[in-house]
């Protein structure tokens, strides 16, 4: 075994390692609104996942880059309010157009004419076109420092107050996402992305 010690890694290294071993990720399209000029902010995090279910829980984390807060970020905290979208390839054009860097007052959706809905539970609105969507209000925020007390990672652990699924990807009376139909976009390292394949079943032990 290939053996690196973390101590002697630089960032570019640790970042490297982790995006690159854990795989794949699934991919939060997030859109997020200034409290004071109202623009809507889009842009995708692939350190995401579920956290609970007994209230349904979500963890977005969003490094900061050069110990910068993201404008998504910033949003979150300032308005405890966002919508997550999960996608497929009929818009991961128009998604990743949205991890350009913009400033803070132009909108990613306004650029790149993403049609948006109105959200029932938050101001902010969601994207019309993805095929999966979950409106979310701040649950708990937690600053990552770094040996020196900076702040490095923004985390954001999200209630989910509403779902919504395309008709063709989810079963109705069964209740169940269907994977094969939905086909979601996963994150792996660099510029690569993924789809799941290969299903198979199995049961947990007794």
Known sequence: MLHYSTENLSQKQSYKFLSGSIIP?????????????????????????????????????????????????????????????????????????????????????????IETVQSRSVKVPGIKAAPLRMEARLHQYVPIKNQQEQIITDLFIVEITDFYFDEEIFDQENEYILPEKFNPLARLAGATFAHIDGLFDLKRPN
């Open 25 to 113: 990720r699934p991919i939060a399209w997030v859109t997020s609104m200034n409290h004071e000029s109202r623009v809507i902010n889009a842009a995708p995090f692939s350190f995401f996942n579920a956290a609970a279910s007994e209230i349904p829980l979500a963890t977005l984390s969003i490094l900061r880059q050069n110990k910068e807060m993201k404008d998504t970020a910033r949003n979150i905290l300032d308005t405890k309010e966002l919508v997550i979208h999960l996608i497929n390839d009929s818009h991961v054009e128009q998604m990743n157009q949205t991890s350009a860097p913009l400033p803070s007052e132009q909108s990613e959706i306004t650029l790149n004419q």
